[in-house]
């Protein structure tokens, strides 16, 4: 069997299509139609991952760098794949990546091989066919050209981990059923929803059960309830909600719903007023280590509730859930707060979350505003020196709410940046690195800081003429091909609407745009600013000493301003060796200084010690050095 790669004869578009499929961030956005465009339609009919654009950029990498061998499975991911270029735009909106051409190449190295080769046959086995006597034959597989879709990931810590099988189910009773069989047969078993983890947790030696087929979804708004399986994602939940008048609290939009409780609890803007972990559950089926089906509410179920950081968690598989539906009003929108300190814009988020204002709050770093509305990284890099340096925005606060809540946010903010200013911004980002509304903000300055003047409302129409924000003009800074689509996706309103894009989390999956991201996510008690202020200088440090870039993303207060949801980011090349060796080491000096803060005041959690443990009641975790488990 002759590669391309063994006669060192990969063309310069094979080796583009290498470059761009080893670097696949595996966010799974391509698992949802969160541009309406469409998803894949081979991997919504086939819901293998391999039949998606991410798999089948493992499987291109893989089959290029001589990893695996050309099976009759790779050859039907490939035959499937009709390049009807969905992917294109929405890897591109993401990553700036263009997978396209990545399936291109598949195909031809495809079309060439085999004139001169046979695929290879995977022989079945007993195990195999026992899952195929559960799921259907359809649904179980042995095949190296769909395992490799499920062997890795990003993560700076995980490696390569072929599993043996992989596994489709389609309702509890199948998963019990082959949970059951894997104890029979002495096989462990690792679940998966999307596989948007990215730090191995989803990696697995033996069997992948796969959950993203258990799609079901049905509402009681009598009661503002929606039953979901675990195979249904945040996007496609909000999405349906939103349309019944709803909202749910949900986080990032390719996470299945029920596995991001399980994994951590559900955090987001929105947590500042829904909670977090169970206080969104109504019900939830699991599936127990020995097979056995049992639900939350039945009065003889494990614990799945209560806390311990000591104890390991309960090792159950969430089937389906029953989950909260928040009223949604037609008077609901937003508004940002600019601060030039840290200080000063917690204590304001912490402020509006104590007296129960706002529906969503969320203190946003200036990496995470450059990049929330930049449609490329190169933009997204001019606009991090525009906002601290020449507007003076270190951080932004954005409050979501109806009203009555956004005017009495703006009562107690400094300055606000209204929808309609931050609409011009968005549009007109691409003269924000220009010198015009720059010059005309210099010339005003006085006393008042840039800020305070780009919120003045009679400076918008100026503002306007400044930038010109259009969306012709924001689709002037992508490729040409693309030129079209990004037009008439940004004359939609709701792609430069704060609420929408809050509700639907589209574009903080950009936030790995220039490299995949490893977040820090800990628990900090509000009523302690400057400790949060020495964890985020701890963070900068250790990047810093580490060689690696890194920045504050986002804190969120909860619990009437108690605790706050802290994430650090850091970033890498996870194909670069000497980038990867650099992370793993500024992972390792980054849990020291946590310790070292968690030492100081238990009140600070890092989310390791959450982790799986996501139904708890959050009192549990947030007040635990308060709870009667050490009596």
Request: proline share 5%.
């Amino acid at each position: 069997m002759q590669h391309l790669s063994e006669n060192n004869q990969l063309t310069d578009s094979t080796n583009k299509a290498l470059h761009t499929a080893s670097h696949c961030r595996h966010y799974a956005m391509c698992k949802v139609d969160f541009l309406g465009t469409g998803v894949c339609p081979s991997g919504k009919k086939n819901h293998f991952v391999s039949f998606y654009p991410q798999g089948m950029m493992d499987i291109t990498a893989a089959v290029l760098e001589n990893r695996i061998p050309v099976t009759t499975g790779l050859v039907e991911v490939a035959n499937e794949c009709i390049l009807c270029g969905i992917c294109d735009t929405q890897c591109h909106f993401v990553t700036e990546l263009r997978p396209f051409g990545v399936f291109q190449t598949l195909k031809k190295f495809l079309e060439d091989y085999l004139q001169s080769n046979d695929p290879v046959e995977v022989p079945s086995d007993e195990f195999l066919e026992q899952l195929r006597s559960i799921t259907g034959k359809k649904y179980a597989t042995n095949d190296q050209g769909h395992l490799i879709a499920y062997a890795n990931d990003p993560a700076p810590i995980s490696f390569e981990t072929i599993p043996q099988y992989a596994v489709v189910p389609g309702d509890t009773q199948q998963v019990s059923e082959i949970v059951k069989l894997c104890r029979r047969k002495g096989m462990k078993y690792t679940v998966r929803g999307n596989g948007s983890s990215v730090m191995g947790f989803v990696l697995g030696s033996g069997l992948i059960i796969d959950t993203t087929r258990m799609n079901k979804m049905e509402f009681d708004t009598s009661n503002r309830a929606v039953t979901i399986g675990a195979g249904i994602s945040a996007f496609e939940l909000q999405k349906e909600a939103i349309a019944r008048g709803y909202r749910v609290n949900a986080a990032e939009p390719s996470a299945l719903y029920c596995a991001n409780i399980m994994c951590s609890g559900i955090f987001s803007l929105f947590s500042s007023s829904y909670g977090t972990a169970a206080d969104n559950l109504i019900d939830a089926e699991f599936v127990s280590e020995e097979g056995d089906v049992f639900a939350l509410s039945q009065r003889n179920a494990p614990n799945l509730y209560g806390f311990s950081k000591t104890e390991p968690p309960i090792q159950a598989i969430c089937t389906q859930a029953v989950v909260k539906l928040h009223p949604v009003t037609a008077d609901e929108s937003a508004i940002a707060v600019p601060f030039s300190d840290m200080q000063s814009a917690i204590s304001y988020a912490e402020n509006l979350n104590r007296r129960n204002i706002g529906l969503g709050i969320g203190v946003l770093g200036g990496e995470y505003l450059s990049t929330f509305i930049s449609p490329t990284a190169e933009l997204a890099e001019t606009l991090r020196n525009v906002f601290h340096k020449e507007l003076g925005i270190a951080y932004l606060v954005v409050v979501l709410g109806n009203k009555h809540h956004l005017d009495a946010a703006r009562d107690l903010a400094p300055v606000v940046l209204e929808q309609e200013l931050m609409r011009a911004l968005i549009l007109g980002v691409p003269a924000l690195g220009e010198e015009g509304l720059i010059q005309i903000l210099r010339g005003m300055e006085g006393e008042a800081k840039p800020y305070e003047l780009l919120a003045k409302p009679e400076m918008l129409p100026l503002i306007e003429v400044a930038l010109d924000p259009s969306p012709e003009r924001l689709a002037e800074t992508v490729d040409s091909d693309l030129k079209s689509f990004y037009h008439k996706l940004y004359k939609r309103p709701e792609l430069t609407d704060m609420l929408w894009l809050n509700t639907f989390r589209i574009v903080s999956s950009r936030m790995g745009r220039d490299g995949h991201i490893v977040a820090f996510i800990l628990y900090v008690p509000l009523d302690n600013i400057p400790q949060v202020e020495e964890i985020h200088k701890g963070f900068k440090e250790v990047a810093h000493n580490s060689g690696v870039r890194g920045e504050f993303g986002f804190l969120t207060p909860i619990d009437q301003g108690a605790m706050g949801v802290f994430e650090w980011d850091m970033y890498l090349d996870h194909t670069n060796p000497d980038e990867v060796g650099k992370m793993r080491k500024a992972m390792e000096k980054t849990g020291a200084m946590l310790e070292g803060f968690m030492q100081q005041d238990p009140r600070v959690l890092w989310i390791r010690d959450v982790f799986n443990k996501g139904f708890s009641r959050k009192e549990g975790f947030l007040y635990h050095s308060a709870s009667f488990s050490k009596v």
